[in-house]
Each structure stands twice: as structure tokens, then as C-alpha cells.
């Protein structure tokens, strides 16, 4: 399996932690010779976006942008008119359900 799955939710941690987590997570993942990551942070629960997916997002997309990682898809963005979803898609078939539901929850990322 080229795929993993962090939940940041897990044990509903403060921000600061969840993002320490991910930073190991993702650092593992990448040791584990893992190609992507399904990243579970939730929506929160104020109906516009908790701080754990906003932060989390803000950080990938930085290491998207600096090389370190190779994709980062927002799971709302994440359907058949996305050229790096259908790309992800292609290459990892666990990634099929992801395509047909809107999921704000979580973010795929391409390691």
C-alpha cells in the first residue's frame, strides 16, 4: 500500500500538538517510503474551518511550495475537473472514493 492515513482528530488535540504531530507524521511517512498521505483534520466546528485544517494546510502547501512535498489537494478540490487529482488518482487507485464525495475534512497530499 502507497498510502497512509493521519487523523489529526484523534484524541482532539490543541492545535499546536496536532500540527507537531504532523510534522512527525509526515516525516515518517516519508521514511516509510509512503507516496501519499490522506490527511483526516476535520472541518471544525464553527462551520467556517477549525484552526488544526487551516494551520495544517498553510504548512503543506508551504512545503509544496519549497519542493518538500510533491502535492497537496484540499479534499473539497478533490474530484475528475482537478488535473492534480486526476494525476494523484491515476497513480493511487485507494484514492477512487476520495472523488466522489466533497470532503472539507481532509487534504491529500502527494509525498
Not at 464553527?46 to 502535492?71: P, S
Request: proline residues 2%; hydrophobic residues 40%.
Amino acid at each position: 500500500m502507497n498510502i497512509k492515513e493521519i487523523n489529526l482528530e484523534e484524541g482532539m488535540p490543541a492545535c499546536d500538538e496536532a500540527m507537531d504531530r504532523l510534522k512527525s507524521e509526515i516525516k515518517l511517512a516519508k521514511q516509510s517510503k509512503y507516496k501519499c498521505v490522506i490527511l483526516v483534520h476535520g472541518y471544525g466546528s464553527t462551520g467556517k474551518g477549525g484552526a488544526i485544517r487551516q494551520k495544517a494546510r498553510q504548512w503543506l502547501n508551504a512545503q509544496a511550495r519549497n519542493g518538500k512535498i510533491k502535492a497537496v489537494v484540499n479534499g473539497e478540490d478533490f474530484n475528475i475537473l482537478n488535473s492534480k487529482a486526476r494525476e494523484m488518482k491515476a497513480k493511487y487507485i485507494e484514492l477512487e472514493p476520495l472523488l466522489r464525495v466533497t470532503n472539507h475534512g481532509v487534504t491529500v497530499v502527494e509525498l
